[in-house]
């Protein structure tokens, strides 16, 4: 059986490391374009992974407060995401 809590942990955790990561990288004055694409696409499947993750602990009727934690995530990557879009941007000019 899927243990829904633990990934929702462990993705908590990796959601941690990449907001601190992220500002550092997006800080670096040599990050490429490159980069700061390859860095948008990871942080969107991030995203959708834990929109799926949120799906299914709804799906298994998990108490409210874990599914509030998906979406706080979530809501975590999809801003991210902004950032460095914005990065991008920015750097198209």
């Known amino acids: 059986?899927?243990?829904?809590?633990?990934i929702l942990k462990e993705q908590t955790a990796t959601g941690d490391q990449m907001g601190r990561e992220v500002s550092q990288m997006l800080a670096n004055p040599d990050i490429s374009e490159t980069q700061v694409k390859t860095l948008f696409s990871a942080l969107e499947k991030?995203?959708?992974?834990v929109e799926?993750?949120?799906?299914?602990l709804e799906k298994f009727g998990h108490d409210f407060s874990?599914?509030?934690a998906a979406e706080r995530l979530e809501?975590?990557?999809a801003d991210?995401?902004?950032?460095?879009?914005?990065k991008l941007k920015a750097m198209r000019g």
């Open 1 to 6: 059986m899927t243990d829904w809590i633990e």
């Open 46 to 49: 991030q995203a959708e992974f």
């Open 52 to 56: 799926k993750l949120r799906m299914a």
């Open 66 to 68: 874990v599914i509030k």
């Open 75 to 77: 809501e975590r990557y």
């Open 80 to 86: 991210l995401a902004g950032s460095v879009a914005e």
